[in-house]
T-cell receptor, first 110, second 111 residues
């Protein structure tokens, strides 16, 4: 089993729709969780951290379910500029190493 | 804003050459990382460093070494470049519980 697993997609979603991604992780001792966004041929950029209580940043909501070992990202009112690959990232604990999922590709269709 | 700078955007090297990839960060972060990214495989950790002169192997260290002589600089060395090391190389830095910040990447082609 992969340490961090994501549905690779692609997700093709009409503009204005709501889209959700899930990501599962294998290590129950994992401590920190993040979502990154990566545009084509660019470096990954931190989108948001994921906290146990869930957190929201504008149209983006991230949630953590420790019991089931998954995190989620919800994008509301999607924009064309949201088209990108979304990477789920987990700090497994014990050191500062971050483990990345392979990413979910999202395309917003006009 | 955190700035992580990699020395080159694109590099072309010959098989067997020794290759140096340099990374500098300006935010006094303790932790620095080198990843490579390949289609379908995602980001894979090569090495990381949590302090000056300290290093730890990541998931795919074979064929690579690193150097961290100063806190702000973390170098990745390909001892003898091979064609299977053609990839996008990404440097990152991190402190505390915050997520890591990446450099712009170096696209290395070994011919």
């Amino acid at each position: 089993r992969k340490e961090v697993e994501q549905d690779p997609g692609p997700f093709n979603v009409p503009e204005g729709a709501t889209v959700a991604f899930n990501c599962t992780y294998s290590n129950s001792a994992s401590q920190s969780f993040f979502w990154y966004r990566q545009d084509c041929r660019k470096e990954p950029k931190l989108l948001m951290s994921v906290y146990s209580s869930g957190n929201e940043d504008g149209r983006f909501t991230a949630q953590l379910n420790r019991a089931s070992q998954y995190i989620s990202l919800l994008i509301r009112d999607s924009k064309l500029s949201d088209s990108a690959t979304y990477l789920c990232v987990v700090n497994m604990g014990g050191n500062e190493k971050l483990t990345f999922g392979t990413g979910t590709r999202l395309t917003i269709i006009p | 804003d955190v700035k992580v700078t990699q020395s080159s955007r694109y590099l072309v090297k010959r098989t067997g050459e020794k290759v140096f990839l340099e990374c500098v960060q300006d935010m006094d972060h303790e932790n620095m990382f080198w990843y490579r990214q390949d289609p379908g495989l995602g980001l894979r950790l090569i090495y990381f460093s949590y302090d000056v002169k300290m290093k730890e192997k990541g998931d795919i260290p074979e064929g690579y070494s690193v150097s961290r002589e100063k806190k702000e600089r973390f170098s990745l060395i390909l001892e003898s470049a091979s064609t299977n090391q053609t990839s996008m190389y990404l440097c990152a830095s991190r402190t505390g519980e915050v997520g890591a910040f990446f450099g712009q990447g170096t696209r290395l082609t070994v011919v």
